[in-house]
Each structure stands twice: as C-alpha cells, then as structure tokens.
C-alpha cells in the first residue's frame, strides 16, 4: 500500500506531488489544525465552566478564558481567528487564564509552521 520509498524520504516525495495533491494536504492539514485547536478551546471552556450558566450565575466574579465562545461552532471560528489574525473582535482570551495564552501561544505557532 505504502511504498518503503515514499516513508524513507517523506519530504521529497510530497514535493514530487502532483499540484492538486499538494494543494490538498496543505488544505487539509490548515483544516485540520484548525479542529484540533477547536475541540481544545472547546475543552478549556468546559474545563473551566465558562459554558454552566447556573456556575456563571452562582459566580457573578467569574472570569471566561475566552470570551464569546458559546458552543463547537464558535470555538471553532476562535481556532480559525486565533491561527489566522491579530484582531479578535467579540472573541479573546482573559489575561487570568494562564493555559489559555498557552494554548494561543501553541496555535499560532502550529500555523506558522504549516505555513512554511
């Protein structure tokens, strides 16, 4: 299935690629981050019961990590900004979340190297 070439000198053989294979696993591997990064904000959001209204209720000096992040959806739309742009709009990470920043600092590191 996998030619022992291919694995021996990975990089050479993706460059020899056609274009639309190359196109592809580029797309792909952006895609794919991006979820990643998505189910981990998700987590840190749960983690952290920024999304337990009866906890936020109970606990009105709360601080979110992230601001605005509701559900999957927007905690995929933050991977994306995260990875992708300096202004965040409605979405940001608190300064009293230290894993949080973490996470950040990890993702657009993450995008950075994909780009290259």
Known sequence: ILNPRFLKDFFTSLIELSWWWTIFWFSASFFFSWLLFGVVWFLVAVV????????LAAHPDHVVCVDNIEDCTTAFLFSV?????IGYGGRATANQCAFAIIVMCVQSIVGVIISV
């Open 81 to 85: 900004v995260t990875q992708h742009t």
């Open 48 to 55: 952290h019961r920024d999304l337990d209204s009866e906890y």
